[in-house]
């Protein structure tokens, strides 16, 4: 297999330390490749990134006629939360307005992402529940989908579950391809995820993003996710988070979501693009790295966005004593 | 720049979902290469890896005779440690012999490695002092060494200072060549770190087992610190942690030792062989499953050995249910 080139790296004094390859692409939603740089056919797990695609579902089963979700309910399906206060009571009333609970969550407890949140659990001396696990909001949106169908919410998690099966065929929907049985792993938060070419998930955010070979039905519900994720960035990941400063930055200009295992996926919504990196060690800040650097190419910001993305195309790297002694930067 | 090979993966279900390059070297102490895999010639910055080179000073500015160092005290010189109680309860005594405290640290303060440790100082609403950090026993080494040059202790983490010239002076002694200005860094604990080729760091690791290609004073130097750190393994990083455990199985046959950003050094004394990897990323885990396979293929490990470095070589991933939903695994 031939090496995708190297997007970021780290510097530690003058010297190169760590190198971080990767592959990143633009698209429209006509499938044109505006912009790539290494193997945009090999196939990688989304992970977090596509939770939007996923989130569909609400629309396409009917879940929001039944329950009228709210914008910040929308934004919290296609949500990586950091276990923030609003994030934690949020997705409890989410639940709580479909006769649910935290005990019908299936993604298991962590500690909250935010740090802040976990020294306020560790001195209240209480545990995390699933309702901190990053995923809960999204969980929510399954259980949603799961009472709209008519079918148990139990074990909604397991592939063969129908409510994954419908997961599945709305992100095969968008993708404009199949998902396959080779190419399948368990996510952290026990449901399914499928491995497709970055090709194929930036050009299902541009098809989002634009509506563009989508029925009406699914175009009107990927717009009303991008515009709630958008309208509620804080929901979607938390406190000092790239994506979202990016999209409290960009306001509706962009969609962007971050995957575990360095994934980054998003759409420049005004540009109709959409775009999606890899990379290839898993490293999240080298990942951060390149879609910073990939939106400050292609997204046209202004100063303060330029700010934003700056601050995370070179990242000041400390020592134990906070002295910079170097920097983790994109070379897009 | 030529790509090094993938040497670990991630796994998820059936799919790779990370890859991790790099290089690595086995050598004998006339400096030929017995295997190897990548770029040996590309400088790398060896961080902690390097420890038990740089404690070498010691012995060549004669702090050993002034102190009579115990054997703990050559470990901790050595170590990456935890900051569990034997760590810091030694490092404080190894300081408070030769009349000096924690004050005299210059390498900050940094939380525990070890969990329980770190656990144990919150529930006592204690913060963490320079003992804790893992680097306290190689600078009070580097104290040591001061105190026996005579020269005033205060900024001796800094360059330009005469122990570090005296520590460059033995790495550069060890590994038979220069460090050269255009490759230097600050390492975490605030001491200059100097990039060179893997084939030297592996060929300094082999002369210190063997003794060969060093004078008298060295070769004893570097064999009574490969004595002290296989005698207390724990000493030298923590419970649990791969370097302790490869050293408690293979005795005084192996000595190992990890660095920051994917570093692997040690030798195999028993067959005079010294090695070095990096894994291109940085990522730990990774490098950890490449040493282990490195020391299964080369180490003729019995099956005590084998067991601890099967653990290393493939690496469960638990999902947050804690469920096994993949590996990383060495491919050398």
Same mark, same amino acid.
């Given at each position: 297999m031939d090496a995708n080139p190297v997007l970021a790296e780290a510097v530690r004094g003058n010297w190169v330390e760590n190198r971080h390859r990767g592959a990143f692409v633009v698209m429209d939603a006509e499938g044109r490749v505006i912009a790539s740089a290494g193997d945009i056919e090999r196939p990688v797990f989304p992970r977090s990134a596509i939770k939007s695609m996923q989130a569909l579902t609400i629309f396409d089963r009917h879940a929001v006629e039944r329950f009228h979700h709210s914008t910040e309910e929308l934004a919290l399906a296609c949500a990586s939360h950091h276990g923030e206060d609003d994030h934690v009571t949020n997705v409890a009333n989410f639940l709580g307005r479909m006769g649910l609970s935290v005990a019908d969550l299936e993604c298991g407890a962590h500690q909250p992402t935010n740090g802040v949140a976990r020294e306020e659990l560790r001195e209240r001396h209480e545990e995390p529940t699933a309702? +901190? !696990? !990053?995923?809960s909001g999204k969980h929510a949106g399954m259980l949603s989908v799961a009472l709209a169908m008519g079918v =148990? %919410? /139990?074990?909604?998690?397991? /592939?063969? +579950?129908e409510v994954q099966r419908a997961v599945r065929a709305a992100v095969e929907l968008v993708i404009g391809e199949g998902l396959t049985e080779d190419r399948c792993g368990t996510d952290g938060c026990s449901i399914p995820t499928w491995a497709a070419p970055i090709r194929a998930w930036a050009h299902g955010f541009a098809r989002m993003a634009t509506g563009q070979g989508l029925d009406a039905g699914h175009a009107a519900g990927a717009r009303a996710l991008f515009d709630a994720a958008t309208k509620h960035p804080h929901l979607v990941a &938390? %406190? &000092? +988070?790239l994506d979202t400063l990016v999209m409290e930055a960009f306001g509706s200009r962009v969609m962007q979501k971050g995957g575990a295992e360095g994934v980054q996926c998003g759409a420049i919504r005004d540009k109709g693009l959409g775009y999606a990196l890899k990379c290839d060690d898993g490293n999240m800040a080298a990942s951060q790295a390149m879609v910073a650097a990939l939106l400050l190419k292609?997204?046209? =910001?202004d100063e303060k966005q330029r700010a934003v993305l700056e601050g995370f195309a070179r990242q000041p790297t400390l020592n134990v004593r906070k002295a910079v002694v170097g920097e983790v930067r994109a070379v897009l």
């Open positions: 309702l +901190h !696990n !990053n995923c =148990p %919410t /139990r074990d909604y998690v397991k /592939r063969e +579950h &938390g %406190t &000092g +988070h292609f997204a046209d =910001p």
